[in-house]
């Protein structure tokens, strides 16, 4: 009887109700919160080290690696273009003091006034002069590259070569045999020209004989 009655209660052509859909929005949450323990648990029971990453934070890592090898990118030509500056610098200064000190030397008042440096060979003073200006070169970067506002400028001239978009080898291989060709002609052609109106003015003027 009670199965009869109790079939009789239940409405015909009902389908069993899913139990996810009566929770609410905080049960859920909190079931898909110990769900991702329970797996995170089950990963460190069986003695895997990788860890449960959200799809998100997978994307945001990637952003953040991106955006980590842009800057070192960037950096890498700052760098370049201050060692480059640093070296230019330092064989200019050289340059300078070696000139300076070698047109002293030859003086007879520097003679008399610092005769150890006035005695010091030309081989020598080049030497010196190479370290001097390695020295002072290198004070002169470092400043400028602890420089706010040098150092915002190149980064910023960094950040616009890198956006360049250089040629690839076959463009310039293309562009290479190009100006060749036209140059080849080019030259080909003045030359017989030349060589026509050189034959036409002999005719006109004669050999000059």
């Not at 009655?5 to 859909?21: C, F, L, T, Y």
């Not at 980590?68 to 340059?95: P, S, W």
């Not at 390695?134 to 420089?147: C, P, S, T």
């Amino acid at each position: 009887m009670a199965k009869g009655k109790k079939s009789e209660n239940a409405p015909e052509g009902d389908e069993p109700v899913d139990r996810e859909e009566d929770l609410s929005d905080a049960e859920q949450e909190t079931a898909l919160a110990v769900h991702e323990n329970d797996a995170k648990r089950s990963a460190i029971a069986q003695g895997g080290t990788e860890e449960v990453v959200a799809p998100g934070e997978e994307d945001d890592e990637d952003d953040e690696s991106d955006g980590a090898a842009a800057q070192l990118g960037i950096d890498k030509y700052v760098f370049a273009a201050f060692f480059v500056a640093g070296m230019l610098f330092a064989y200019l200064i050289g340059r300078l003091v070696h000139g300076v000190w070698a047109t002293a030397a030859s003086t007879a008042w520097f003679s008399r006034a610092v005769p150890v440096l006035a005695n010091v060979a030309d081989e020598q003073k080049t030497t010196y002069g190479v370290v001097i200006g390695g020295i002072i070169a290198l004070i002169l970067v470092l400043r400028m590259y602890r420089n706010p506002e040098i150092r915002t400028w190149a980064d910023e001239v960094a950040t616009e070569l890198t956006k360049v978009k250089w040629p690839t080898k076959k463009d310039v291989t293309n562009a290479t045999f190009i100006v060749i060709t036209a140059t080849t002609v080019a030259t080909i052609y003045l030359t017989l020209l030349d060589r026509f109106w050189a034959f036409v003015t002999s005719i006109v003027y004669g050999d000059g004989s």
